[in-house]
């Protein structure tokens, strides 16, 4: 595995990533997709955004079970007001597990590899890995939180309460 991951406070995970044009050098697309899936397979987890590996390209990739995602410009909105308190971790971040609070569902847009647009709800882990590694195109990681503590950036909804959990992404 040649390609790096980045950690934590490299800079380059600090700042907003560029949108991608689909239509533009759909190749080029599909090459990062794919160092991007090697990274996240040889490091174990269940998603990665472009900026890990020196890409600041709004570009995530997430799997759980037998959903697998390549997404370019990804837009997550909240799908009603349940939030859950998700227990994360981040390659980007090793050794920190976080408590963070994330909407329970949310509505996803997107475009793929192939330059179709999607337009889905997503709940239960994928919903939670789109939420983080679309953190990361905004230059958030779980480095941003405290530990143990309640996300940032998000307003917590009180009226509403569960937990789910999350391995590294
Ligand atoms: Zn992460």
Redesign the pocket.
Known sequence: MNTPLLKFPNPMLLQRALPCDPKDGQQVHIDVFKLMWDVMLHHKGL???AP?IGIPKRMIVGRHQKWNLWAINPEVEPAGKDMVWSEEG????PGRRVRVRRYKRVHFTYWDQNGKWHDVTLGSIPSLIVQ??TD?LDGI??ANFKPYGERLCVKPNPLTTSSSEAA??
Do not use: D
């Open positions: 998603g990665l955004a890990q981040c390659l980007s971040v983080h590694e990361h990681t779980l590294s992404a």
